[in-house]
């Protein structure tokens, strides 16, 4: 009797039991979250080449070759620093600035924590996010370290937009 109670209990399991990949995550739409995106929740993995893309500016920054990034660049770019300050430029004008900001400073190291293309699906927009930390000496012997945040967008291969967040290191 006990023998066949347990596979009864067996056999009742084994008709309802789900395979551990689909009771591991609920449907995304089932999920209830506390906010609603003013832009978007809907992401998936986007072209590596566009993180290379970004990343190829990040090392020119670095090495002082910010001119030679100008094949990346829309003809429109708006970008939005950490210190608050916005730029809507142009191609040429965003390399010239960007030239001479990069000039007050004798040295600049970037340690790359991790970067991500993300593709938004339901916008149909691409964007790449890059997390680092960035070692600074000015011409003046000042020297700063700050974790950097970035996201910026393209659209036909080219950066069309930036936004930038900082946060301090105690040296």
């Known amino acids: 009797m006990v023998i066949a109670a ?4 067996c056999n009742q399991n084994a008709a309802t039991d789900k395979p551990a990949a689909e009771t591991a995550a609920a449907p995304a ?4 979250y506390p906010y609603k995106p ?4 809907s992401f998936k993995i986007g072209e ?16 002082n070759r910010l001119q030679d990034t100008r094949e990346y660049w829309a003809d ?11 730029l809507r430029t142009g191609r040429d004008s965003l390399i010239a600035g960007g030239v001479a900001d990069r000039a007050r400073y004798s040295s600049v190291i970037d340690s790359v924590y991790a970067w991500m293309p993300l593709h938004s699906t339901d916008k149909d927009e691409d964007w ?20 950097i945040h970035e996201i910026w967008q393209l659209k036909n291969g080219k950066v069309t937009y930036m936004a930038q967040y900082k946060g301090k290191r105690k040296m």
């Open 48 to 63: 590596p080449v566009y993180a290379k893309t970004i990343l190829d500016i990040w090392k020119a920054w670095e090495e």
């Open 29 to 32: 739409d089932s999920i209830k």
């Open 38 to 41: 003013l832009y978007s929740s």
């Open 76 to 86: 429109s770019i708006t970008m939005e620093f950490a210190d608050g300050f916005k």
């Open 6 to 9: 347990l596979m009864a209990g």
């Open 128 to 147: 790449v996010g890059v997390w680092a930390m960035e070692y600074t000496t000015t011409t003046k012997g000042k020297k700063d370290t700050v974790d």
